[in-house]
Nanobody, 123 residues
């Protein structure tokens, strides 16, 4: 079973930066998985944020974060990152790490989820 553990959330001010990390803890072959991030604000549906393919050569972003967020991965450390810059209050949400076996960044359909980490951006 894939085990995804997120970290790095917190409370920041608008304009600040934050980096989320997600480690795969079960020992699975990390490079077999496309990885990504979703977020869910209170009272709203869970929305796609970003995804990256197995090797890191292909990425995909939601329009709302493109140019501000960067997804990357380190397969040697079984970890995926989400660098978030120029944060806005509307970025406030629980951020979930996700994985799709043998998937891609463009049509990312994850079957595995982390527990989520809270990001709060104050104005």
């Amino acid at each position: 079973q894939v085990q995804l553990v997120e970290s790095g959330g917190g409370l920041v001010q608008a304009g600040d930066s934050l980096r989320l990390s997600c480690a795969e803890a079960s020992g699975r072959t990390f490079s077999n998985y496309a990885m990504g991030w979703f977020r869910q604000a209170p009272g709203k549906e869970r929305d796609f944020v970003a995804a990256i393919n197995w090797g890191g050569g292909s990425t995909n972003y939601a329009a709302s974060v493109k140019g501000r967020f960067t997804i990357s991965r380190d397969n040697a450390k079984n970890t995926v990152f989400l660098q978030m810059n120029s944060l806005k209050p509307e970025d406030t949400a629980v951020y979930y790490c996700a994985a799709e076996a043998f998937g891609g960044a463009i049509r990312f359909r994850p079957g595995y989820w982390g527990q989520g980490t809270q990001v709060t951006v104050s104005s």
